[in-house]
């Protein structure tokens, strides 16, 4: 069985260990973000977990992979779980609208281990994810994928989601051709 959890101390060996084995949780920083992750657990585990969930924006900018410098959304992550780590799920959002930023490629972000994929651990745990974000009583919800990111984009549309347009991402970003998808 396939479950999120908020990230603890219990769960935080076999996250490591998958980080170790090269998994990335990041779609498009990969190995810069694994390395940053791995020196942040080492310097001081309590405190990578804690900023694993900051609702209110309190950490400090993000730093997009350009080098730009944005302010922090409130958001937080859970790890997907099957008795250990199988991947990360994220939301954020910006308070009083559904709205996000040009730099910000989605509300939701979710990456599988690759020795975990082909489970439908992507698809649970986005239908989980879904039920928090409601909480906080948006209108909609917006991902997006790569047009050759075929798996990601059924994970989407099993969720219902729907192809609302193609866009190029922010420069930021490489400003690489991208899908918007939306879930009501």
């Keep these: 069985m396939v479950e999120i959890v908020r990230p603890g101390p219990e769960h935080l060996p076999s996250y490591k260990a998958a980080l170790e084995r090269g998994w990335s949780p990041d779609n498009v920083r990969l190995i810069e973000a694994t390395r940053e992750q791995l020196a ?30 944005v302010p922090r959304l409130p958001g937080f992550r859970r790890w997907i779980w099957d008795g250990e780590a199988a991947g990360s799920i994220g939301f954020r959002w910006q308070r009083g609208t559904a709205e996000l930023p040009p730099h910000v490629l989605g509300h939701l972000g979710y990456a599988v281990m690759p020795w975990k ?25 917006e991902i997006t994928a790569k047009p050759d990111n075929l798996p990601s984009q059924k994970v989407v549309v099993a969720n219902g989601g729907r192809l609302v347009g193609h866009f190029f991402e922010d420069a930021a970003y490489g400003g690489a051709e991208s899908l918007r998808y939306r879930i009501d």
């Design 40 to 69: 942040a657990i080492e310097r001081d585990p309590a405190a990578f977990l804690a900023g694993l969930d900051d609702p209110e924006a309190k950490g400090g900018p993000v730093t997009l992979p350009d080098g730009t410098k």
């Design 117 to 141: 994929r082909r489970r439908g651990y992507a698809t649970e745990a986005l239908r989980l994810m879904l039920g928090e974000a409601r909480a906080l009583g948006l209108a909609f919800v």
